[in-house]
């Protein structure tokens, strides 16, 4: 009787969650870890399909930095990096876009696919989603690193709407023609706002936003945008703990309701983070 | 961490049920011991209310004996049964009806309503939705008491349509617009068959079906039409079990797909029978 | 051909008040000795049957003090009034409820099914149609007397749009689930103002709004909200024609297009009043 | 006192038809001296307009051999017949067409819109209403005296959707481009018919249909298929009255539910006919 | 192969226009010479049918001045003209509505659907599209000369919107009944202003607008409202070409998007100025 | 004035072609030397966004062998091919998905964005769209070559739908996740028979059929399946030319209307078969 009394609990507990994001567009950023782990990436993929079985709308934005060096490398072609942006001259864009186009977004749509749900591949040069222009790196130009003008999100609603999850490589484009790569967290973010997205979560290799980047146990479960910002100033976030913020920042202040960074190796860590009142991670609010 | 590995258990349980019972019609008759304690009637309305937040379709039958008796005692008139079934003159239909619509199905409206979720109180004159006949027991007439001989949809439709939980007494009219007291049991039944119900549950004072009723342990969790009907005829199922197991086998054969029978005693009772896997009652299916 | 000239007249007279009233909704408070008499009972529900049929839209609010007291009686309770307003403990107010909504609402269903047209009796607590709070009379608090806070329209609309007459019984309730015995000219009036009825029609036991009491002759046919006025401060309407008139200009107030008051004595004196140029009541407008 | 109770009881009488027959389509069939009399022709229009008001859709096609004889002889030509065709040579079926099409169907399209309801005046050939063959009397070629091949329904659905009343010249044309002039009873019939009309009336100068031609008091007022066609058979309906009949039988057989023959001269004789008991004509039904 | 270059070329430069155009509404004046001529007729309809068959939405207004004039003659009346515009007395306006409606829009009707396309001929009275008033001429009243004071678009959208092409006699009216005949020209650009035409194109008998009226190579291709007005005042626009040129104004003052005038008599005018880049008329924008 | 007669000319005959096939879904294959040559291809894009300008509904699948050759001698693999089927171990078909997918599908859809026009570059796994398995040629498994077992719509559809030109690289999938590289023009004649298509379109290095493969005047311009059939039977048509014209046989019988085999060189050739009488290529019809 004890384990009816804890199951009731739970279901107690996730009930309103599920009714009040029924319906609702979650854009997952998927990257790090939990991408090279295949019982990982297995595990994202069914809580992925699950969110979307429960009424939830869910777009899938991927990174995969390794294979592009990986690429390069068998191609006879050096990977070297600025500032953690990789110097990308049009060949390097053109690789970039064959692996994550041409691989990567085509086997999580296959992974998607197995759990029952539909999934498309895109990248922004379909449907001009994904406009973009040259990003300078303190002034510095690195070659097609681009940064998001503008999000069309005409294809990406027919998608959502016809029940397809769309997985998305981090891939723009310009007027002339050019092909740009662009970080998955920006690309994430962007979306995610253009689309009035209610959730914006990040699965990354961290707990959440720690205050002690020592300490696990020093997470914050939820923080308010001027909290998150007054941390910053006075010092009680630091170190490698101040990029992730402020990524979370930038989503809150594109307009989407709530921004997650997660743990992404603990397995279902989507779920749980949705769908009870603790969290596993930190969350970000307005 | 334990703890939150088996959370996910339960969600990853419950999501596949929540998704497939979206927009689901359950039709939940609810009498017994579950009505006379305050607590269990909050924690039941709770579970109505969250069945509809989540996309179900919950419709509600109530019985409501003893306060009938009650009212006819202190109208000085005296109660009398044949074969458990109350011998109701003129005046004593109309007492039912006024105890059954006029204060139990308006108590468990504003029920509902505290949860969040409308809720509308009818009975069967309502839009026509029983018509009923007099029903004989073993050739005596009893007087006004009812068997359904027709259910009409379209207010029950209409209602659930717009969001409103229906509340039904069972009550019934004839073309002459006499008054019938009709069983619940039976009523919930007829009902459910006519709105195609995905499932029917029955709140009662037992655990399930039982293979010995001094036995708790003994329950069926699941059991198909011919079983039941072979228990029955074998022996297994035996004495005050049979009745309440004929009434499910009468509801598979109305088109319902499932019918549950739960001890409504148990708090959560309808959560842990629909959303788990083991359940805590006895399903009938086909 | 006398009395063909005589019938086409008729049609022409009422076929344009057909056209303009189509689609229209009426508020009809129900009560008085038009309540009482079986034939007249049954000559107003053929009216607002027919109403319904040629494409109106009515909606039903009764009253039933009568039947209150005789039931109080049975119960042994005593009825005291003040400033005719009946006290009302939770007792009375539970009575009031079940002797209005377990008993006459469900008779007057009936009563308009018999014509042909669906009807649904309804009480304020369904889909929390009326939310009242306690009315004090002259300060002094005489117990769940409610009055209208807000007419909650989703259910009514939802029914009248499904082509099921309302019939509502004058009981609200507030967050705290009391339960409030209301006027039912006053929630007629609330009602009809909440749905943007385009007539309210109270079927009295007087002629209309008479300038002498005791001339049947001098009623008037139509009145403005300014005559009315007017005349309720020059004295040329007096004594118990006040109440009556105040009640009319409460309609006009809340946004009725017109008020009526009728003799319900009169058979089919709904029909006369909508369908002919001179009615037979008082015609209060803007 | 006694005239309410009167138009009480025609409007008890009325309310019923105009109930049944909303939505309904009238095919109205306009011609001899109602067309000639003004104060006939506006009451009939009126009659025409307030049909439409109270949610009827009626079709005008009316006649007009007289003008069509005078500005023959304005112009020069003799007007020849045979068996009551008019011999039409193609200057005849010229001049036919733009008397009714442009002279008579614009003035009752005005005559309506006096009434505050919308008239379209077409014919045949507009939207290609009616494809028509050369008729042949008795074997022999009277020239363009057209019957019909085929209604096209396209256009007359789509004024009637819009709320506007075709009024139709009864003009027709084939696939070589010749203009046929069509007796206007029979493009009425054929019209009902394929509009699959409620009603079918022919206004003409006679009561009805008479057992005896010399008794206006003689008059059926409502006849099945099956008497009409024995009635002639057996000599009881004789002489000028078996056209009018065979006319009447004709629109039962095309599906037509009831075709009435009226006396057009009587004021408001559609009304009467078509909202009252008796009627004051005959009504054919199958 | 030069053939196909050739054709290709044709085709890349007609598609855009195909494009820009489907769904526009174009409004066509068809008078003059074009009317004549029996092969120029056909093509020209068969113009106009193909713009309709490849999505444009036509509409088609008429003269037909000669035809009427020969009527009159033939009925002993004599046609008298007060700066170009016919005295119109009673039984001349009769006489022209006669010819226009009850004629030649009919004939206009039958060409139009020999290529496969529905049309409909109406006047202004039908659905009381073009409200007239008298229009004197230099404060001179000439009779039912009358001028648009109100075109009513609910009758034209209608027939535009069910793909029949509508073909206007320029017969207007007013609320007395009276009937006006209209300028063909000032009807169709009062009637190209209410549906918010795309474009206006008048067929008439001159190249288009010229500089120099006896140069037929002096044509203006295209022109702005404020080169047009420019042109006038300078005195470069002279003689008969000015009263064109205004008319061309008009319509674009009420809000055509662009005014063609073409020489109706080349075959396939119409095609050629729409869907070539020179086009062969002189084209008004704003 | 000859040049505006040719004009017209074209644009009669171009219209109803026009009007024909709007709505229609077009499947263009596209490969060989159309995909070398930089002018050809933009020539062709123009061509397939002319038509979903005009309101055709194209979709393009593409071929690009090439690229794969090139591609895998980079990455330091031999290929080598069977019965001209490239032998594909999973490593190459990871390169050939990634070339087509993540390069040359991309490279299509901006290509056709320079024209207006949004498209969007997906492949067989996305909405599972071509689900395939492995062809054996003669009983040999040269890897993973597939042929289509399944060809699911929805996707598709859906970006018809919503306005997007659908382009296909022809990679499929099946239940194990394996990745296919299927031939083109197989894959091209799949999609069209699932959709319905109207025509399928071949873009080749040939004139079409030809009866003489050495003489390009012999081209047949129109071929009936019965006929094609008959000329491979007698040896009409023979070598390289049977394996061609069998592609357009099985495009017949999959349900297609008519299939075409265009010389891919000629610039606007899909313009110039579509939209003149002689068209440029062959049909094969039914």
Redesign the interface.
Known sequence: MKR?????R???E???Y??RF?GSIVVVKYGGSAMSDTEIKNSTM?DIA?MK???MRPVVIHGGGPSISEMME??GKKSSFVDGLRVTDSETA?IA???????IS?DL??SL??QGI??????G????TLLARKKLVDGKDIGFVGEVVKVKT??LN??IE?D?IPVISP?G?DWE?N?YNINADYAASAIAGALNAQKLVFLTDVEGILKDVNDSESRFSQLSLSEAEAYIADGTITGGMIPKTECCIEGIKRGVQSVHILDGR???AL??EI??NEG?GTMLTK
């Open positions: 009816e009394i804890e199951k009731a739970v279901l107690i996730a009930l309103p599920i009714q029924a069914k699950m079985m429960i009424g068998r191609l053109m876009e064959m692996v994550l186009s041409g691989t085509k749509v296959l696919q197995r539909d999934a498309v591949g895109i990248n040069k379909d449907g001009q005409a294809l027919s998608l016809q397809f891939i484009t023609g092909t603990i397995p279902h779920l749980l769908f009870t596993i």
